[in-house]
Nanobody
Framework: QVQLVDSGGGLIQPGGSVRLSCVVS????????IGWFRQAPGKEYEGVSW????????HYANSVKGRFTISKDNAKNTIYLQMDNLKPEDTAVYYC??????????????????????WGQGTPVTVSS
């Protein structure tokens, strides 16, 4: 059974850090493109960071580049999103997602998330003092 279980969110002060985790079952982390979307209150889904299966290359939205780092542990079949120097505008529900068809464009276009079928349940991150 294909499943993603994400966790690690919470209330963080501006400038702080948090690490999200996504435990994968039913496939391996190096077989699909996998990464993170977020949805802020009243806003559309945004692709935050994703990792291609073919070469492990990482990709980031401009809004998080230099502050967030995606990584994976193949032995634990888990991916992570290290989030540093958090800002109030990073407040959102963060979702782990995967694409067996490895369509990279879906992560960076508006509405691309609608074509993905494998999702975690979401973990909320609130950045506030």
């Amino acid at each position: 059974q294909v499943q993603l279980v994400d966790s690690g969110g919470g209330l963080i002060q501006p400038g702080g850090s948090v690490r999200l985790s996504c435990v994968v079952s039913g496939f391996t982390t190096d077989s699909y493109t996998i990464g993170w979307f977020r949805q802020a209150p009243g806003k559309e889904y945004e692709g935050v960071s994703w990792m291609t299966n073919s070469d492990g290359r990482t990709h980031y939205a401009n809004s998080v580049k230099g502050r967030f780092t995606i990584s994976k542990d193949n032995a634990k079949n888990t991916i992570y999103l290290q989030m540093d120097n958090l800002k109030p505008e990073d407040t959102a529900v963060y979702y782990c997602a995967a694409d067996p068809k490895n369509r990279l464009v879906l992560w960076s276009i508006q509405g691309g998330h609608r074509y993905l079928d494998i999702w975690g349940q979401g973990t909320p991150v609130t950045v506030s003092s």
